[in-house]
């Protein structure tokens, strides 16, 4: 096996990790109140529709990444306007995932400094990026055994055992909080799913297997909807709007006569995952900077980009005040439209310039080149 | 953060320069500069409890007007 490259199976589970990591503990949808499972639903499409764009880009153009590909398909010039702001997006998102880590941490370990818990979950990050994409993929594919056996109890004890499901109904009583909920959840955790994008140009099998990929998604989004029916049946929809982790807050409320401190041992699953999402953003943006400014090696950045990771969630979110301010009011609306538009761009360049390279009236300089 | 940064730094110089200046890796090296040079920026900055510098998460502020038309037609606070 050689040392960059994976298979399917391991992009799907790394997927799977991403989108569980970003916002299994929380409920972006949470707006929709009793629908939420509803906006997770409509917001799945939204997840599907950017994955499927980069799996057909990445089919177009077999082992270039899509700022490479952006480049060719819309020239230098635009490419890396829009490289810089896909860039851009990959690093936000790397900052909010540390933030939400850190802050998670914190209640855990309330002693600890947060510039601390940075270093140290950046500084273990690059060492795993040090060692490799082979290296991750394979670590994941560990890992996520251990997840899934934490994921399901976590879901199946509270659901059988504190779950009201009345609290569902009536269904659809306020079809535009389903629809915000849904463009909420939409950006976060599926539209995240575009930082995926660096990883597949490493993908070997994509052409044949890339329905493994699908596979994994869609165990993703039943997890999320099964996430969103608990939290809403067990905090109904006032207290689940209220908490900032209502997961954590639904096993809280699990007590056993004598097994006390559940939600400790849930903990695991959390930092396995969240540790995951800070791991391929980071990898990611350090893949995008490499291809943005056409360097010859990534390894060189692992440490500068990982300080800039490290410090910047300290200023962009001094105050879980400010993050809300962020997190609620504009990077919905900033992380979307970047993460829908950005893909669909290089597609529609991409199937244009398909479509005028099988013309042949087709005199362009370029496309002439390409004939020599 | 200041004096993590610092570590950084030397974990960077300790690992990388060596390669860098042997394969003569100017592009990468103006990079990673840059990338130190900002971020340390900003850890000076927390560590002086000073705000000299503008807080990236301003950019996200010009697409508010946008959300916030949204929300308003949606009927949501």
């Given at each position: 096996m ?12 790394l ?12 409920v972006p ?5 009793r ?6 639903i409509?917001?799945?499409?939204a ?9 057909i ?8 990444s ?15 306007i829009?490289?810089i ?7 936000f998102i ?7 880590m ?17 270093t ?12 490799g ?16 056996a934490?994921?399901?109890?976590a ?39 575009i ?17 493994i ?18 939290a809403?049946?067990?905090l ?19 007590r ?6 559940v ?30 400014f056409?360097?010859r ?18 200023i ?23 993460q829908?538009l950005?893909?669909t ?6 199937k244009?310039?398909?479509r ?17 | ?10 974990i960077?110089?300790i ?7 042997q394969?003569k ?38 697409i508010?007007?946008i959300?916030d ?9």
């Open positions: 050689q040392e960059n490259t994976i298979n399917s199976r391991q992009f799907g589970i997927l799977l990790m991403l989108i569980l990591g970003s916002a299994f503990i929380f949808e949470g707006i929709a109140g629908d939420t499972w509803l906006a997770t409509i917001a799945s499409l997840g599907l529709y950017v994955l499927s764009v980069i799996i880009l990445q089919k177009i153009f077999p082992g270039m899509i700022i490479k590909i952006s480049t060719q398909v819309l020239g230098k010039p635009l490419g890396f829009l490289g702001i896909y860039t851009w997006l990959i690093f790397a900052v909010l995932y540390l933030y939400n850190t802050t998670f941490l914190l209640i855990i370990f309330p002693g600890l400094s947060d510039s601390l818990l940075n140290f979950i950046v500084l273990t990050i690059a060492y795993v990026i040090y060692n994409l082979n290296s991750l993929s394979r670590l994941s594919e560990i890992l996520i055994w251990i997840v899934l934490l994921v399901i109890p879901i199946a004890i509270p659901f059988f055992t504190i779950a009201e499901i009345k609290s569902l109904t009536p269904v659809l009583s306020n079809i535009k909080a389903v629809l915000v909920g849904g463009l909420f959840a939409a950006n976060w955790p599926y539209g995240e799913i930082l995926m994008a660096m990883l597949l140009p490493a993908v070997n099998d994509l052409k044949q297997k890339s329905k990929i699908y596979i994994w998604f869609f165990i993703g989004v039943i997890l999320f909807v099964l996430r969103s029916i608990l809403t049946t067990v109904w929809e006032d207290l689940m709007q209220t908490t900032k982790f209502p997961l954590y807050e639904v096993l809280l409320l699990i056993f006569s004598t097994f006390q401190r939600e400790l041992f849930f903990f695991i699953m959390w930092s396995i995952t969240n540790f995951m999402a800070v791991l391929l953003s980071y990898q990611s943006l350090v893949l995008a900077l490499k291809d943005l056409s360097l090696s990534h390894k060189t950045l692992i440490i500068p980009a990982g300080l800039a990771i490290a410090v910047f969630p300290l962009m979110f001094p105050s879980s005040v400010e993050f809300l301010a962020v997190e609620s009011f504009a990077a919905h609306f900033h992380n979307i439209i970047i829908l950005y893909p761009i290089i597609l529609a360049a991409a244009i310039k398909q005028k390279s099988r013309n042949p009236l087709d005199y362009s300089p370029e496309m002439s080149k390409t004939a020599k | 953060m200041f004096w993590f940064s610092i570590l950084f730094m030397l960077f110089v690992l990388e320069i060596k390669h860098i200046w394969e890796m100017i592009k990468e090296l103006a990079v990673s500069l840059f990338l130190l040079l900002i971020s340390f920026a900003y850890a000076l900055e927390l560590y002086l409890n000073t705000h000299f510098l503008p807080n990236p998460n301003r950019i996200l502020f010009f508010k007007p959300g038309i949204f929300m308003k037609i949606m009927g949501m606070k």
